[in-house]
């Protein structure tokens, strides 16, 4: 008999149909591979750890919110602040643990040289938690 003809001789056709069993063969020995040697992988090491309890030390850094206003006049904490008083605070601030958040406000006519300036400010002394604070729903102008 020869390959692809069926055993009848129907006229020499060649076999239509796909001869599965050596992918079912395959398939079988592939899966008792991998249950044989899944248990294998696991490489886990038992051991009595001991047990404990802790809770997370948690400070809650101070927040400081500077403001700008469109005349140039600074606000520490509603405060009003010269220029040389907002450098001393903020030396003073960057020396504390944890740092204070720094939230930077400005009016929106405020010219960008001044919020410059402030930002320098606090960045020169060491202040890294500077955030700028804005207003969702403000939107665009009219």
């Known amino acids: ?13 060649p076999m239509s149909d796909i001869n599965v069993i050596p992918l079912v063969d ?8 991998f249950i044989v040697t899944a248990p294998l992988l696991t490489h886990a090491v038992k051991l009595d750890l001991p047990r404990a309890s802790s809770r997370p030390n948690v400070d809650r850094a ?8 469109h005349d140039g006049s600074i606000h520490w904490n509603g405060e009003a602040v010269s220029y040389a008083e907002l450098e001393q605070r903020a030396a003073h601030s ?13 009016d929106r006519t405020v010219p960008y040289g001044d919020m ?5 400010a606090l960045a020169r002394q060491g202040l890294s938690r500077i955030g700028f604070v804005t207003d969702p729903e403000g939107g665009a102008e009219p």
Not at 62 to 69: L, M, N, W
Request: aromatic share 0%.
């Open 1 to 13: 008999m020869g390959h692809g003809m069926h055993a009848g001789g129907r006229g020499g056709r």
């Open 26 to 33: 395959v398939m079988l020995v592939l899966l008792v591979v």
């Open 62 to 69: 101070e927040r400081v919110e500077v403001a700008v206003q």
């Open 94 to 106: 960057a020396g504390q643990t944890p740092q204070p958040e720094i939230h930077l406000k400005g």
């Open 116 to 120: 410059a300036r402030v930002l320098s």
